[in-house]
């Protein structure tokens, strides 16, 4: 079946440690996006990257850090930088020249709290 | 700055009501608004819209855009407890082809 695996599905994180997140797909799109989703604020962009080797800050890039060297994943680290991690992580994926096209395809999430 | 806003953010009724959802946007160089229904985790993919006037339809769910009033309603008639969830709603421009998404509405349906 195609489609988007993030893993691990529950993530707990010491204060003033790196983690990262995982978002493979088989779906063979193009763009991949993390947001983050918080209670009461919808889903916010973290980082994109529509090609291979590149990829571009959103709105809220700040203490997280990302890369792209297949097309097929797209790691999301949290940095120590990143004040309060604790959030629900949504990595999503579309195919061709984006989302207003096509819409998202969402992973079924990573939920990440600092102990 | 791209926004989109949702109302009401919650919303209680009983099987069988009929509810409107309600989403308004200011995006530049707008281009589609979609609705998603988010369950457990990931959100599923309902309408995207790109015309103003027409309305989709899918089963009990239907929504239509007002790209004069930058606004869009879902609705949805007879509803079941299967369709509590949060509804989301997103509006994409031609800038980057990010989704900017409102809020939320947490829809609760009773028995």
């Known amino acids: 079946d195609g489609g988007i695996t993030q893993s691990p599905k529950y993530l707990f994180r010491k204060e003033g440690q790196n983690v990262t997140l995982s978002c493979e797909q088989n779906l063979n799109h193009d763009a991949m996006y993390w947001y983050r989703q918080d209670p009461g604020q919808g889903l916010r962009l973290i980082y994109y990257?529509?090609?291979?080797?590149?990829?571009q800050k959103g709105d809220i890039a700040e203490g997280y850090s990302v890369s792209r060297e297949k097309k097929e994943s797209f790691p999301l680290t949290v940095t120590s930088a990143q004040k309060n991690p604790t959030a629900f992580y949504l990595c999503?994926?579309?195919?061709?020249?984006?989302?207003?096209?096509?819409?998202?395809?969402f992973g079924s999430g990573t939920r990440l709290t600092v102990v | 700055e791209d926004k989109v806003v949702q109302s009401p953010l919650s919303l209680v009724v009983h099987e069988g009501d009929t509810v409107t959802l309600n989403c308004s946007y200011e995006?530049?160089?707008?281009?589609?608004l979609l609705w998603y229904k988010q369950e457990k985790k990931a959100p599923t993919f309902l309408f995207m819209l790109t015309s103003s006037g027409i309305e989709k339809k899918s089963g009990r769910l239907s929504s239509i855009l007002d790209k004069k009033e930058l606004f869009s309603i879902l609705n949805i008639t007879a509803t079941q407890t299967g369709d509590s969830a949060v509804y989301l709603c997103a509006a994409g421009g031609t800038s980057y082809g990010k989704l900017t998404f409102g809020q939320g509405t947490i829809l609760t349906v009773h028995p």
């Open positions: 999503a994926t579309t195919r061709g020249t984006g989302p207003i096209n096509y819409g998202y395809t």
């Open positions: 995006v530049t160089n707008f281009r589609s």
């Open positions: 990257s529509q090609i291979v080797n590149d990829f």
